[in-house]
Every structure is written in C-alpha cells, then in structure tokens.
C-alpha cells in the first residue's frame, strides 16, 4: 500500500460509453500525475497536475479529459475511446515538482478494455 | 528526443549471484534518477532513488550514477528468487520551473534462477 489509491481496478468498457478513472492520495503531495502503461511499450507520460493546476499534457488525445479538483483527487474522464486505449492506467504522486524531489509513488491501476 | 534506455532482457541470473541492470538517458541536465520494480500485473515500486554521483546503497540494492557518462545502474547483491520482476529506470528529465518530466525505459526483466 503506497498510499495511493485508484478505482476502479479493472473495467470494460464500449466505445461509445463514458466512464471516468478516480485517483486519492493520502500523502500529502503536491503534484499527480497519469500514466499510461501498454503491453512491451514504456510508462507512457500522460498528464501532470501541480497543486490542481495542469503543467504538462504530452498531446494526448481529447478523448481522455483530466480533472484535479483538488491536491488529493485527479480523475480522468474517458469518452468514445478506442480498442488500441486498452491498457494499465497508473496514478502516482510525488511532493512537489521543480524541486529535485520527485519521487513517484504508484497507486495499483486501472486495468482499461475497450470492447 | 528525450530517451531512456534499458536492455528489455531476460536476464538470468543464479540465485545468490550479484544481478546487474543498466540504464542510459540523453538528457545532460537530468538531476533525479530511479529505479522501480514491478511484478507482473502489478503497479510500479519505488525501491531506489539517486541524485549524485557515485554510489548509493540500500540493503542488497546499490545505485550507480555517472552523469558524465549519463548512466545509472542498479546492483542486487545475493540475488533471490524473490527478485524476479522487471525493473524500470526513471528519469527526471527537467530543472527547475515546475517542468518535471519522470521518463521511463522499457524495463529490463529480470529471472533468478533457483
């Protein structure tokens, strides 16, 4: 247990469908982030938020929509997703960003079908 | 391109024997440098970081950095089967304005032989 939680752990979902990702964390860092993770392929960088704000988004499709309410909380919201968007999808933390100290610590993720 | 380079594996190493994983990055002002594990179906670890060159030791993990030669490496002394799993470099590929950028290799897979 990381301290990072992220729901739900597995899901199907259609093409057509809406669905969202959650990500808590209750370590009292600044910065979330989410990340990809495909079969024989490198954690992909997705999205980084920085006390609720977006700091970096690697061109990822619109078809994925983060949202960071606040410091504990970043969702990411999903909609007419394709096949090739099925993966592991990972929320990590880390304190802060710019400072050195960045640490990324891992919640358990998403396994992501798209049927 | 900003990469991070890693041998995919296997790498198969006798249990007892001292396991060695490589790493290599491009960017020349990378400060933050990682190694996770991961088993199969799980989340990444988090179970070395370093900042400076040199080595740093952690129970049977040692990190080795080298930034002038912008390669890192992780040592598992008495290797157990326990530590099979594929380990990921991360690198932090940013400064100081809040750019952080955390890359990761591809993983290198790692099977101690009992």
């Known amino acids: 247990e990381t301290g990072v939680t992220q729901t739900p752990r597995h899901l199907v979902m259609g093409m057509t469908n809406k669905k969202s990702l959650k990500c808590e964390q209750h370590?009292?860092?600044?910065?979330m982030y989410w990340y990809k993770q495909s079969a024989k392929k490198p954690l992909e960088l997705m999205f980084v938020?920085?006390?609720?704000?977006?700091?970096e988004n690697n061109s990822v499709p619109s078809r994925f929509s983060p949202e960071c309410p606040n410091s504990s909380h970043l969702f990411l919201h999903l909609h007419t997703l394709q096949p090739e968007d099925s993966a592991l999808y990972l929320c990590?933390?880390?304190?802060?960003?710019?400072?050195?100290?960045?640490?990324?610590?891992f919640g358990q993720g998403t396994r992501l079908t798209v049927v | 391109q900003k990469e991070v380079e890693q041998n995919s594996g296997p790498l198969s190493v006798p249990e007892g024997a001292i396991a060695s994983l490589n790493c290599t990055y491009s960017d020349r002002v990378s400060q933050s440098f990682f190694w996770y594990r991961q088993y199969s179906g799980k989340s990444p670890e988090l179970i070395m970081s370093?900042?400076?060159?040199g080595d740093k030791e952690d129970g049977r993990f040692t990190a080795q950095l080298n930034k002038a030669s912008q390669y890192v490496s992780l040592l598992i002394r008495d290797s157990q089967p326990s530590d099979s799993a594929t380990y990921l470099c991360?690198?932090?590929?940013?400064?100081?304005?809040?750019?952080?950028?955390?890359?990761f290799g591809k993983g290198t897979r790692l099977h101690i032989l009992p």
């Open positions: 370590l009292g860092h600044n910065a």
């Open positions: 991360a690198v932090n590929m940013a400064s100081q304005n809040r750019d952080d950028k955390i890359i």
């Open positions: 938020y920085s006390l609720e704000e977006r700091v």
């Open positions: 990590a933390s880390s304190q802060d960003l710019g400072t050195g100290n960045t640490e990324a610590f």
């Open positions: 370093i900042y400076s060159n």
